[in-house]
């Protein structure tokens, strides 16, 4: 009989098993035998077996690795030390076979064999390793041309979807900016100096494949300025059905009932088979791109919206992130960009409180205040309304002579 | 002007005095270094350079305590 | 003694190497892009190139084994090349329609299903869980599997209205802000920390564990004559910090730990701005191994929503035409006092209007 009969229930159903997984590896891996022991205990328990507590890590680099121990090393030793170690994936998560294969070799030598593929914050995340390998994998690593990825009080690593690579709706080039802006930002990514973690991500248009607007204290949004391009003969064969959106049995697209009666702005028009944009009034939403790709397209003159402060919900609450710049050219070297996240992170620096993430102290101080200091117009692109409290803080106001 | 080897010296001394009684992240540290010696005679790549020279001569460590902190040494182990 | 010079700050690999020659040769140049069927995407380029690409679920959670079988498929079929999304799903692509359907077929013997594109449910992104945190309410990895074996046909077609992400995660700190999703299962704790005062004054520094907690609940104290500390039980939010500090202060509390549900986040632009979720289901019980109340409640959110809503509407877009009301009354689910909102502007979440339907 299995000693796992709990976690067992899992390898049933035909979503892909990471139990049936972790017993594979099993075989040949002491560290999953003592994992599956220990979940199970877990399962039974109702309870976690895992412990923080110590700190572990590679020489110099302040992120990367994260301790991690059971809380039953008598009972499962194989796990009594699993700590991850945060790789940086190459951007957009492609991989050679070779380059994946170079990854799972050395994890079958240094770890675990298992791994998250990929982690939140879009780093490789390879499970489970004792303090005994850790410099050994960084040198292995950094020999073939691979670094780790940050954690703690640092700028964690950047991720972005696929943009240009694959996508026709990209209006940035985000996985060249991800790649730069990562190494323009090695310091910043190995050596925590912030007051606390900083997440930037990078999606190539409003759909926000990343969710960077809500996971990232910095999220550079693809959009463009001028008009979305148009093709009045696939936009006929949209409304013959010849082309239909999807693959699915109602895909026909109704351009009056799907499309113009949709669209959040009320910019379109459809009258005897003519589709007309008003485009000084369109918001990019994406919707009728993202419904009939063959007829619209993004603009050619793409560039990026710039939003602050997304976070989880402690300590204050979970923000999204808000408009900072409506529209800023992201073309190499990325100089102005780069330039603002400079001043961002220089006020920061001198006015974050421990623990508070850049979205709470903007709202601590107010987002008025703090455009101002870090040199930006207030703009009514930033807000959804004024505010409606007569609560106002006069800076400056007349004395009598 | 503070010279590396002063600002390394500060440094060291201060998380030795915090050790088990005060986190200490390196904002704060890099303004108390600079408060200490003056603006005019230690700006903040001063510092950075001397907790990077500390760290690796591995003479402080990274900590993590609900955002990273610096700290001397110690043996690992979970929470001692 | 120094110890010699290393390698350092040398940063990812550069992505170039990692891309299949057609993608390469299209970078930047794409027309536009067909749906063709569940889990396959066709992608034209301003050349008139074509490139196929298959979407396979995938648990996250992967060992090197399966990684190397993914590898040997896209030897196979793709010229050695493969991708993961941002859903963490596997991404096969290759430039010869020939390959896509024997692809398909040998993922299918290997248990890997194909789907997630277009209007389906795609791979439920998720945290850690029992398997690597301390934190953790409950399971991640598993609770995701009962999840998806539920409403895997949801994810091999493309039947519902739009859309609809689903995210996992085992406590409120949320790694991966599971806060905007259609649905998000969220493990919760309701109850503060447990203190082992015996161990307490020798396993952890007490000023150290006091300023753990960011709600300032912890206060040091005597008790039974040995030095400890209290926790005010009316300001903890459950976050688990002080146990990341001290391991004599445990979280988990196998009696009160569950799981809430939350409903109606979306994070793309389109049509309407970007939302949170909101709670639905303030508490269910946490059953490993495979939490039926859990995977039942899901499903019947998800059913209500595909029978109801209109074409194209994500979860949150149905629920603000129907009314919240109508919500709970579809889904037949209890409204209480814990759904309304009694945290910082609460107030802007009070119906100030009579638009009331009857
Ligand atoms: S965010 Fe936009 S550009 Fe990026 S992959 Fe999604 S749809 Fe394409
Ligand atoms: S992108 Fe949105 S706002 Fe603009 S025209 Fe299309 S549907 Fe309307
Ligand atoms: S959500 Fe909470 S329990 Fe889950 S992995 Fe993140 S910190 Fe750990
Ligand atoms: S669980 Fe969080 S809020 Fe409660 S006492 Fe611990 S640190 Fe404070």
Redesign the pocket.
């Known amino acids: 009989m299995s000693n796992t009969p709990l976690i067992d229930e899992l390898v049933k159903g035909p979503w892909p098993s990471f139990i049936k997984d972790i017993k594979r590896t099993a075989e040949k891996n002491e560290m999953c035998k003592d994992l599956l022991n220990l979940l199970e205990m877990s399962y039974r328990d109702k309870k976690t077996h895992w412990k923080h507590g110590g700190i572990v890590g590679v020489r110099g680099y302040g992120g990367g690795i994260i301790g991690r121990y059971s809380d039953s090393p008598e009972l499962y030793p194989g796990v009594s030390h699993f700590h991850t170690v945060r790789i940086n994936q190459p951007a957009g998560w492609f991989y050679s076979t070779s380059a994946l294969r170079y990854i799972c070799d050395l994890w079958e030598k240094h770890g675990s064999g298992l791994t998250n593929l990929h982690g939140s914050t879009g780093d490789m995340v390879m499970l489970g390793t004792t303090t005994e390998h850790l410099e050994d994998i960084f040198t292995d690593l950094s020999e073939h041309g691979w670094d780790l990825g940050g954690s703690g009080s640092d700028m964690r690593t950047p991720s972005c979807c696929l943009g240009k690579s694959r996508c026709e709706f990209a209006c940035i080039d985000t996985m060249a900016i991800c790649h730069d802006l990562t190494n323009e930002w090695q310091d910043e990514l190995h050596r925590p100096a912030f007051p606390y973690k900083f997440k930037i991500k990078i999606a190539g248009c409003p759909n926000d494949c990343v969710a960077s607007i809500a996971r990232s204290d910095c999220s550079i949004i693809g959009t463009w300025r001028d008009n979305?391009r148009q093709d009045d003969a696939a936009v006929a064969k949209y409304a013959s059905g010849e082309l239909v959106y999807g693959a699915r049995a109602d895909g026909k697209v109704d351009i009056k009932a799907d499309?113009v009666d949709?669209?959040?702005?009320?910019?379109?028009s459809y009258e005897g088979g003519k589709l007309s944009?008003?485009?000084k009034?369109?918001?990019?939403?994406?919707?009728?791109?993202n419904l009939m790709p063959q007829a619209?397209r993004v603009g050619v003159d793409g560039g990026a919206t710039i939003l602050l402060g997304a976070k989880a919900p402690i300590v204050q609450g979970a923000l999204l992130s808000s408009v900072l710049v409506p529209f800023i050219k992201m073309d190499p070297p990325y100089e102005e960009f780069k330039e603002l996240i400079g001043r961002i992170w220089e006020f920061w620096d001198e006015n974050g409180e421990a623990r508070e993430r850049i979205g709470e102290m903007i709202v601590r101080i107010g987002k008025g205040n703090f455009v101002e200091e870090v040199g930006c117009d207030p703009i009514p692109e930033m807000i959804c309304e004024p505010r409606s409290n007569p609560y106002i803080f006069y800076e400056e106001y007349f004395e009598e002579e | 002007m503070a010279t590396v080897e002063e600002v390394k010296d500060y440094i060291f001394k201060k998380v030795e005095s915090y050790a088990g009684k005060k986190q200490v992240k390196v904002p704060q540290m890099t303004q108390d270094v600079i408060e200490h010696f003056g603006e005019d005679n230690c700006s903040k790549k001063d510092v950075k350079e001397a907790l990077r020279e500390l760290i690796d001569d591995e003479k402080l460590v990274y900590g993590y305590f609900g955002g990273t902190t610096i700290e001397l040494p110690h043996k690992e182990g979970s929470a001692n | 003694m120094a110890a010699p010079k290393r390698k350092t700050d040398i940063g990812p690999p550069h992505y170039d190497q990692m891309l299949h020659p057609a993608i390469k040769a299209n970078y930047g140049k794409w027309k536009s892009h067909q749906n063709l069927k569940p889990g396959v995407l066709m992608h034209e380029g301003e050349s008139g190139a074509k490139v196929y690409t298959v979407r396979g679920a995938s648990a996250r959670l992967i060992s090197i084994t399966t990684i190397r079988e993914m590898c040997d498929l896209a030897d196979k079929y793709c010229d050695g090349f493969l991708r993961y999304t941002s859903r963490n799903n596997v991404e096969f692509m290759t430039d010869k329609e020939a390959n896509v359907e024997p692809l398909i077929a040998d993922l299918k013997a290997m248990g890997v299903p194909v789907g997630g594109t277009g209007s389906s449910i795609s791979n439920i992104v998720h945290t850690q869980g029992w398997v690597h945190c301390h934190s953790s309410a409950t399971d991640a990895s598993g609770v995701v599997k009962v999840v998806m074996d539920e409403l895997i046909d949801y994810f091999t077609s493309m039947s519902l209205p739009a859309h609809l992400r689903i995210a996992v995660a085992c406590c409120l700190n949320m790694c991966g802000a599971v806060h905007c999703s259609d649905i998000a299962i969220l493990g919760i704790h309701r109850t503060p920390p447990t203190i082992d005062h015996d161990k307490l004054g020798n396993m952890c520094e007490i000023p150290t564990t006091v300023a753990s907690c960011p709600k300032a609940a912890i206060r040091p104290a005597m008790v039974e004559g040995k030095q400890s500390v209290e926790v005010i039980e009316d300001l903890c939010m459950y976050c688990g910090n002080c146990y990341t500090v001290c391991p004599a202060m445990p979280i988990a509390n196998p009696l009160n730990d569950g799981i809430s549900i939350w409903v109606g986040g979306k994070v793309s632009n389109?049509?309407t701005k970007p939302m949170f979720s909101k709670l639905a289901i303030p508490y269910l019980p946490n059953t490993p191994p495979r939490w039926p109340e859990v995977s039942d409640a899901v499903k019947n959110i998800v059913e209500v929503y595909a029978r109801d809503a209109k074409k194209y509407e994500r979860v949150g877009e149905w629920i603000n035409r129907i009314g919240w009301p109508q919500f709970f009354e579809k889904t037949n689910l209890e409204f209480t006092k814990y759904h309304i909102d009694d945290f910082t502007l609460a107030s802007s979440t009070y119906n100030s209007s009579t638009h009331i339907k009857f």
Do not use: E, F, Q
């Open positions: 979305i499309v949709k669209c959040p702005t009320g910019c379109m944009i008003d485009n009034n369109c918001n990019r939403c994406m919707h009728c791109i619209l | 389109s049509r």
